[in-house]
């Protein structure tokens, strides 16, 4: 059920051609606890807290020198090209887990680090944290799915999405768009 690396290089262009400055967002995930997600119709986003109730305060996967976790990792944002493309089986497969699925090029030419966009009523930063897929990504949807977020020429375009830190608060619906702010 996995993508070959000739499936993969065929839906390239159509996963580049995402719109640039507003994004349909597709889903919303919570997740509590490791391996734990419901899909909510609203998030809370906060500066303090992430996403008020996740695990990422307390089980970050990155951390300050200090141990808090790194503001950085607070949302993770998916293009919906690619979610759609690899996450095939749906019943048997776990959704990727990404904070925000949204139809949007985040290639480091539309979105570099730095760049704020808004979700909802929240304000978000792009990180300069690379999301590189981790192992669960490749146990998940393939090899070939895991080795093309890594290509040659690939990182830049950020395939497996951005990660953001929460620069203001708010609240982020099924029926907001993500907006890059310029």
């Avoid at 349909?24 to 109730?53: H, K």
């Avoid at 019943?91 to 539309?110: L, Q, R, W, Y």
């Avoid at 799915?145 to 609240?171: F, N, T, Y």
Wanted: glycine fraction near 8%; charged fraction near 25%.
């Amino acid at each position: 059920m996995h993508l070959t690396e000739a499936d993969l290089a065929a839906a390239l262009p159509h996963v580049l051609a995402a719109p640039k400055t507003e994004g349909v967002i597709d889903s919303l995930c919570f997740r509590p606890g490791f391996n734990q997600r419901s899909f909510p119709d609203r998030l809370t986003l906060t500066v303090a807290e992430g996403v008020p109730g996740e695990r990422w305060l307390t089980h970050p996967w990155l951390k300050l020198e200090d141990g808090r976790p790194d503001p950085r990792i607070q949302v993770s944002i998916l293009p919906t090209r690619v979610c759609d493309l690899v996450w095939r089986d749906r019943k048997a497969t776990p959704h990727p887990g990404d904070t925000i699925v949204a139809d949007m090029d985040m290639s480091e030419a539309n979105m570099p680090a730095g760049t704020l966009l808004r979700a909802g009523t929240a304000v978000l930063r792009v990180s300069d944290v690379f999301n590189d897929g981790c192992v669960k990504w490749k146990a998940r949807y393939g090899a070939a799915a895991k080795a093309w977020i890594v290509a040659p020429g690939h990182p830049e375009l950020r395939l497996r999405g951005v990660l953001c830190e929460i620069v203001e608060d708010g609240v982020v619906t099924l029926q907001d768009r993500v907006l890059r702010l310029d």
